[in-house]
């Protein structure tokens, strides 16, 4: 692991030179993750050219110590990381332009530069670590293998306990429970069960709302493994399906299998949308389609690459990303199936294995 954390600084040094800067300011809790291990809340990093300075709080000084003393300068700050910051800097050897993280850094904290970092020269830099990161290697791929295993069994057992007249919110605690069980560190995002006309939402957060007998369940949630993320949609019917239902979920089906099967490395995010798109505007139903078909998946559960429709950037081998086509109607509901893709060189692995078929539960 040392090995792989110390390979993603040389290549931001790399970056670094390329961008024309003596060091990086990191202040993203994802991107200090990446490249030192370190998992707590409260950090500032800087990397140069020669040197690897962490900070955090006294709360995680045997934290820190045991998840990043191998990869970085530790130093466990009394008072505020800022202060440490100051007078550690100057002490860096040829430390004079510095980069930072404008998606991450606050604007008070931006001000901080300004004010008390005035000997150097400040240029706000863009997705630097987040662009390594697209590309995940055998290891990331194999956490994210398990947070996906982590998911499926938590699926099933929650498929086989819903019944109708439970609400949305008793369905999220059960999955959220078997998630738990099952080994999940945390969820990567707010649970999403919808029922009847509300699966038309497609972020709908659980409700009070009970469910109905034939009517449309969508669930999307993940988990986490090692800090990594899955992110897994189905859509079932609480007792039996009917024929528009049936017909809906079908072309979202096959829609997900075009782009699965079609989905390669090198092609831009907007040609994978594509793949699902064409089918989906094929049967007619493309205006009920508004979302892009998917995104990358990492530390965090939505990260680069994109795939949509305005997506121009090419999709990297090694890249996890998930394929989630959607069919959408006011007043009727909605179907989204979401699976989790890792794009090797030789072609897609799927990571979630589980039925697409239509499933009529409780």
């Excluded at 800067?21 to 990191?26: E, H, S």
Aim: hydrophobic content about 45%; glycine content about 12%; overall charge negative.
């Amino acid at each position: 692991m040392a090995d792989a954390r110390l390979a993603r600084v040389a290549r931001v040094r790399e970056a670094l030179l390329a961008a024309h800067l003596d060091a990086l300011l990191v202040s993203g809790r994802t991107n200090i993750r990446y490249l030192t291990g370190f998992s707590g809340s409260n950090a500032l990093l800087v990397v140069s050219h020669a040197d690897v300075l962490l900070f955090t709080d006294y709360r995680y000084e045997t934290q820190v110590a045991a998840e990043s003393g191998d990869v970085a300068r530790t130093v466990v700050e009394q008072q505020s990381l800022w202060t440490g910051l100051w007078r550690d800097l100057p002490a860096l050897a040829g430390v004079e332009v510095v980069g930072f993280e404008s998606a991450h850094l606050l604007h008070r904290d931006f001000a901080r530069l300004l004010d008390d970092g005035k000997r150097w020269q400040w240029r706000p830099s863009t997705d630097l670590v987040e662009a390594l990161r697209e590309v995940k290697d055998a290891a990331e791929v194999a956490r994210h293998a398990e947070a996906a295993r982590i998911a499926l069994s938590a699926l099933e057992v929650t498929l086989g306990r819903v019944r109708v007249g439970m609400t949305e919110l008793q369905v999220a605690g059960v999955l959220e429970g078997a998630l738990r069980a099952a080994g999940s560190e945390e969820f990567p995002f707010a649970t999403i069960v919808a029922s009847g006309p509300r699966t038309a939402l497609p972020h709908a957060r659980a409700s009070t709302r009970p469910l109905a007998r034939g009517e449309l369940l969508l669930i999307d949630f993940g988990a986490v493994h090692e800090g990594y993320c899955s992110d897994v949609t189905r859509t079932v019917v609480c007792g039996a399906s009917d024929a528009r239902q049936r017909e809906v979920h079908g072309i979202v089906r096959e829609a997900s299998a075009a782009a699965r099967s079609g989905i390669r490395p090198g092609m831009t995010g907007k040609d994978a949308d594509a793949l699902a798109r064409g089918y989906i505007e094929s049967r007619g139903e493309g205006a009920a389609f508004g979302h892009g078909l998917g995104h990358g998946l990492g530390l965090d559960v939505h990260e680069a690459p994109r795939l949509g429709r305005t997506s121009e950037g090419v999709l990297p081998a090694g890249a996890v990303v998930t394929i989630e086509p959607g069919v959408y109607h006011a007043g009727w509901g909605g179907v989204r199936i979401e699976d989790d893709v890792h794009l090797a060189a030789g072609g897609p692995e799927l990571l979630t294995d589980f039925t697409r078929d239509l499933l009529e539960v409780g």
